[in-house]
């Protein structure tokens, strides 16, 4: 056993990623409860944030509003579902209310909760309210295990000199101006929320998780670059799932997943916790490779053997169609802000 003292922070937090990760995806593979496929997803989403554990007061806190959230997605499923209408204009108000708390500087992963429940819960809703019920249950069971998850990879491989990320002093823009971001972002997810309704395509959840992830990013206000980043990010997510899918269709086994995704989240690891500005995206771009292998080797509880090309190009679609839209959103309202100025 190497001396983990002298390892640096950040080798550090890749080794806990990457051991946590791996016996993250090993128990959803086993398990397979509804909705097994958020806890390697949260897992991954906690410990790329670096810094020190979650105290226990705040994770208890954060469980109770997680359980909040998931009860508001599953009342608009069962009592709003019924009357389309309705129930899209809740959706899109609770879109554009956790779009401006997001951009005022919210909680991150409480923001990513409950688009995952207000854009998941309803199409679940669509199957039965049993299947919805155990839906819901596993959705918490997940996260909460995720929490713990975390708690006991932080005393497995502790490290003092951890400290929690100081929140940048950010010149927060005008109400009226994060309403404006907030608008387009909602406008923009719309179209994706109807297709999934629509076609009831109750069998591609892991792709509105996917959504409900990437639309969290800053690229619109980073502009080209932070968009051409994004989906550089992903990319090599896709690439890094492939190449791990054939090399388990060649040695079909859980050693071989557990094997793939160490090495994965090692090799992702030194990007996510270094000091570069796109260390962010690269968290993203490992979660794309967790949605990728779990659906497509029955990981997440789909049937074994989904196409992962299919996976890939719906994910590869969705990421294209969220940051392009964005950044001509963006840049086309600057360009009229612009225009405006001069007149």
């Known amino acids: ?123 679940v809703g669509m199957e039965s309210k049993e299947v919805l019920d155990a839906f819901v249950g596993g959705l918490f069971f997940s996260i909460a295990l995720a929490v713990f998850m975390c708690w006991f990879a932080h005393a497995l491989i502790p490290d003092p000199r951890l ?68 989906l550089v990010a992903n990319a090599l997510g896709g690439l890094a799932a492939v190449i791990c899918y054939n090399l388990l269709v060649l040695a079909p086994s859980p050693v071989m997943l557990g094997l793939a995704i160490f090495t994965v989240a090692l090799l992702f690891g030194p990007k996510i916790y270094s000091d570069a500005p796109s260390a962010q995206l690269y968290g993203t771009g490992l979660n794309t490779v967790i949605v990728l292998l779990g659906g497509a080797t029955g990981t997440f509880g789909d049937d074994a053997g989904t196409d992962m090309y299919v996976r890939l190009l719906q994910i590869g679609a969705a990421c294209l169609y969220i940051v392009g839209a964005l950044s001509l959103a963006e840049n086309r309202l600057r360009g009229d802000d612009s225009k405006t100025a001069t007149t």
């Not at 097994?36 to 944030?49: D, E, H, N, R």
């Not at 997680?66 to 009357?83: K, M, N, Y």
């Not at 069998?203 to 690229?219: C, G, W």
Request: with cysteine.
């Open 1 to 123: 056993m190497p001396n983990l003292a002298r390892w640096s922070s950040a080798q550090l937090n890749t080794l806990r990623l990457a051991l946590a990760l791996t016996v993250s995806v090993l128990i959803a593979f086993i398990g397979g409860w509804p909705g097994t496929f958020i806890m390697p997803v949260f897992v991954c989403v906690l410990l790329s944030a670096g810094g020190p554990p979650i105290p226990l007061g705040k994770g208890l806190f954060l469980l109770l509003a997680v359980a909040i959230l998931l009860l508001i997605g599953r009342v608009i499923a069962e009592v709003f579902l019924p009357h389309p209408v309705v129930c899209l204009l809740l959706v899109s108000w609770l879109l554009l209310a956790g779009q401006y708390w997001a951009i005022r500087g919210g909680n991150q992963l409480l923001i990513v909760i409950l688009f995952i429940a207000i854009l998941i819960l309803p199409l």
């Open 163 to 230: 400290v929690a990320n100081a929140k940048a002093e950010l010149e927060l823009p005008s109400k009226q101006e994060t309403y404006r971001q907030a608008m387009i972002k909602t406008l923009l997810v719309l179209p994706l929320l109807l297709m999934f309704y629509l076609l009831k395509m109750t069998s591609d959840l892991l792709v509105l998780v996917f959504v409900a992830l990437l639309i969290q990013m800053p690229s619109a206000e980073v502009g080209i670059k932070g968009s051409i980043g994004t």
